[in-house]
């Protein structure tokens, strides 16, 4: 293709969008062509955002081709006595000034680009054809970025190749997922898949614990700490807990800001010594109301650790499934469950298909087993796009308690307090759900939106256990499971 005919192919390009903006102006809007006219408006420019979003995928994809096409050809034609150091500095430069660009996006561009046109063929595909977005392919290239090139492709053909089993559990495919989530499911996947074991990479992950200060604008800063994932998720849920106990009529505080005050004064002070909120410096305190941290009765958080039946019992080293978090060592989840922590609940899995098959019975009700189930088959908020994990959702009946609705698996959701306030207050109603599958939504336009499934996989054998032995293992497992 000729300057002239990629002139001409832009100049195209523009006109349509053109005749695009006219139309959400409400330009090109036959007034009396629908029996609503706003209702049509309407549909046509959700109709709109979802070409521009296969559009900006498409352009994604060409952008892509290019960058990549480009560095090839510069190589073949940069002659031998330059050293590839300085070629390639020479590339991201011509990147960066043509796209106005900063050197290190440019050169960040120039790799991602090189990764997806060499490595990653299927998620470039996925671009090309729009079914990904620009996100969607950043996040394959960086949860594949420490892998080798069959773990990369593995990675990719179980959720974009055309014969996947189940590319994206409760999607057609993970263009559907909002990048963050999909990001989840292909992180968790990695994690137990990876060739070196999770128990290995975690113990030097360990010792490279540590927290970091950044300071940021209007006077303010952040304190990051990076820390092993049982430690992490307890700190979060019992700083939450202590939040909400400090909730009140007369406490003017919001949760995030009550949950920032409880660290810096558990930090600053152990949490017993000053008032909740005090800063340590000049004796200034930044709250008006409530009590001390010390006098707040912490209410009660159970978070679910997944662990595969071989794993608990020592047989395997497969990754357990913290709630809220994702994969862990087996090693934390065993000590987890061996040593009662408080607010950690076991769940097992059925050794033959990676399903839920039993929750710890040390505080067995009826209602709390429900709650339990529900945080398993869901995972999270159902809402397209939420991440809220299960400790903060709410159980909500699908179809109301006096319409005839039951207190059953099959008609209960668990959206976070957010997505529950806005299906009472506005159009967004859920679909029916099962014992296995979370309800999907329908938007006040009519679309129909599905929910994430967990991605559950059969566990890990341990080694030696021959086929004929496995029927054995499976009914002793189950006996006493059911003793």
Known sequence: MGSAAVVRAFADIDAALAVLAAEVAGAGLEPFSVADPLRGLADGCLDILAGVAGCEARLAGLKVQAVAAYAESDRAVTPAAVSAQAQEMAVVAEVAGVLTIGARAAGVLLNESQVLANVLPLTLAGLQDGSLSWAHAKVVVEETATLDRAGAAALEAHFLGPDAPNPARGCAGPGELVPHRFRHKARTWRERHHPESLEKRHARSVAERRVEHRPDLDGMAWFHAYLPADTASAMWNRTTALARGLQGPDESRTLPQLCADIFADAVLSNGQNRRNGQNGQHGQTVQDSGGTVA????????????????????????????????????????????DGAGSFYRVLVDPRDGAPLEIGRTSYRVTKAIRRWLRMRDGKCPFPGCSNNSLDNEADHLLAWHHGGTTGISNLGQPCRKHHRLRHTSGWTPTPATKHEPPGWISPSGRRYKSEHQDWEPPHWPRGCLPGERSLFEEAILKRLSA
């Open 295 to 338: 006098d707040v009765r912490t209410p009660h958080a159970e978070v679910l650790v997944t662990v595969p039946v071989f794993s608990l019992m020592g047989l395997t080293d497969e990754p357990a499934m913290l709630d809220g978090h994702g994969p862990i060592p087996a090693s934390m989840a065993r000590k987890l469950v061996a």
